[in-house]
């Protein structure tokens, strides 16, 4: 059984910085990408960023957040993270963490079959 449960959001202005954290538990996620969805409210769930676990860090990132966020993880702590800057109020949405059923990095959602409660994030103008 897998469990992923994400943290780290809140309310920010536009211009401002939110951290997401991923904890992972139940099997040892080492060998399997982690990616970020968002859903805002009245849209479908969409890719943000993945990586892939092992070594070399390949990530991927949705057109639109490349430059402002960043995912990275701490394989020691099973933890994957979604640094947020430069946030715009189209940004607000639920951010979910998603376990990859494989190593390789890919942006469609039902490859990942293993997904958090999710965590609110909004962006005030």
């Known amino acids: 059984q897998v469990q992923l449960v994400e943290s780290g959001g809140g309310l920010v202005q536009s211009g401002g910085s939110l951290r997401l954290s991923c904890a992972a538990s139940?099997?040892?996620?080492?060998?399997?990408?982690m990616g970020w969805f968002r859903q805002a409210p009245g849209k479908e769930r969409e890719f943000v960023a993945a990586?892939?676990?092992?070594?070399?860090?390949?990530?991927a990132y949705a057109e639109s957040v490349k430059g402002r966020f960043t995912i990275s993880r701490d394989n020691a702590e099973n933890t994957v993270y979604l640094q947020m800057n430069t946030l715009k109020p189209e940004d607000t949405a639920v951010y979910y963490c998603?376990?990859?059923?494989?190593?390789?990095?890919?942006?469609?959602?039902?490859?990942?079959?293993?997904w958090g409660q999710g965590t609110q994030g909004t962006v005030s103008s």
């Open positions: 990586i892939n676990w092992g070594g070399g860090g390949t990530t």
């Open positions: 998603a376990k990859h059923r494989s190593y390789f990095v890919t942006m469609q959602a039902s490859e990942y079959d293993s």
């Open positions: 139940g099997r040892t996620f080492k060998n399997y990408a």
